[in-house]
């Protein structure tokens, strides 16, 4: 079974860092467009990050500057390098594909920013 698992969220003080991990289980992960997503109860989920195929990145404008999206294809794993965190960035962080056709969603992983 194909299943997505992110970790390396936690608690941090506001200008605080973080690194989220999201490896995939399955095949031909170089392939694929990828995002990190992330997600506050009650609210729809947000893209956050991409990164494609090719290299190229994107980010919404309340992270840029402050996150860095990354892959290894040869470990099947996408990160997400999160500096100076604010209290806003407090969500459930997930990746998956940045395409119409999903994976099925991971638990994602909790990011408070509160001191």
């Known amino acids: 079974q194909l299943y997505l698992e992110e970790s390396g969220g936690g608690l941090v003080q506001p200008g605080g860092s973080l690194r989220l991990s999201c490896v995939y289980s399955g095949n031909r992960f170089s392939l694929f467009d990828m995002a990190w997503y992330r997600q506050a109860p009650g609210k729809q989920r947000e893209l956050v990050a991409s990164i494609f195929s090719g290299g190229t990145t994107n980010y919404i404008d309340a992270v840029q500057g402050r996150f860095t999206i990354s892959r290894d294809n040869a470990k099947n794993t996408v990160y997400l390098q999160m500096n100076s965190l604010k209290p806003d960035d407090t969500d459930v962080y997930y990746c998956?594909?940045?395409?119409?056709?999903?994976?099925?969603w991971g638990r994602g992983t909790q990011v408070t920013v509160s001191s």
């Open positions: 998956n594909r940045n395409a119409k056709m999903q994976f099925s």
